[in-house]
T-cell receptor, first 116, second 113 residues
Framework: NAGVTQTPKFQVLKTGQSMTLQCAQDMNHEYMSWYRQDPGMGLRLIHYSVGAGITDQGEVPNGYNVSRSTTEDFPLRLLSAAPSQTSVYFC???????????????FGPGTRLTVL | AQSVAQPEDQVNVAEGNPLTVKCTYSVSGNPYLFWYVQYPNRGLQFLLKYITGDNLVKGSYGFEAEFNKSQTSFHLKKPSALVSDSALYFCAVRDGSNYQLIWGAGTKLIIKP
């Protein structure tokens, strides 16, 4: 199993550009989520999904969109990049369909995004 | 408001000594508590969790954590530190309103030979 994979590993954008961060898992997990990690702030939840076709907002959803058309994939779209979105982005998955907070979350290696 | 606090930005321990990384929480309802570790340039890895039952929880790599309801704490411990334990450690608690995890800011653990 590859686990949770994320692409790209690094990305530099200019203000106003859009892009999609890719996330895939091969563990048949129903729950998937996107976090951003900023120094001294821990992880903040952006969006999450409890199954294909179901998504919901987390703590900091503004400026980001998600979709979940398959169990395996959960892409994160930046609509119009801003310097405040410079961060490290992590995708995670869990085998719980009810929520992600009872069970161990498996994390991808992260995408380091810089917005100039 | 529900929250998690890790009061120490950094903890320094000599190899072979016991280590403690502190975590306190504030939640409504029963607390579900977690510890994760992040090695440099890597994603987070699960260490252990407390859902219910015994207050002393054992996890990966020889780590354990003690749940203390009266002090609302969930400190991470290890009897004998290794240099390879040096990493960033995160405490997290389930949000009782939407079931998502609330994360602490992280504690950098440095183990010196």
């Amino acid at each position: 199993n590859a686990g949770v994979t994320q692409t790209p590993k690094f990305q530099v954008l200019k203000t106003g550009q859009s892009m999609t961060l890719q996330c895939a898992q091969d563990m048949n997990h129903e729950y998937m989520s996107w976090y951003r990690q900023d120094p001294g702030m821990g992880l903040r939840l952006i969006h999450y999904s409890v199954g294909a076709g179901i998504t919901d907002q987390g703590e900091v959803p503004n400026g980001y969109n998600v979709s979940r058309s398959t169990t395996e994939d959960f892409p994160l779209r930046l609509l119009s990049a801003a310097p405040s979105q410079t961060s490290v982005y992590f995708c995670a998955s869990s085998y719980s369909s009810l929520d992600g907070a009872y069970n161990e979350q498996f994390f991808g290696p992260g995408t380091r995004l810089t917005v100039l | 408001a529900q929250s998690v606090a890790q009061p120490e930005d950094q903890v320094n321990v000599a190899e072979g000594n016991p280590l403690t990384v502190k975590c306190t929480y504030s939640v409504s309802g029963n607390p579900y508590l977690f510890w994760y570790v992040q090695y440099p340039n890597r994603g987070l890895q699960f260490l252990l969790k407390y859902i219910t039952g015994d207050n002393l929880v054992k996890g990966s790599y020889g780590f354990e954590a003690e749940f203390n309801k009266s002090q609302t704490s969930f400190h991470l411990k290890k009897p004998s530190a290794l240099v390879s334990d040096s990493a960033l450690y995160f405490c997290a608690v389930r949000d009782g309103s939407n079931y998502q995890l609330i994360w602490g800011a992280g504690t950098k653990l440095i183990i010196k030979p």
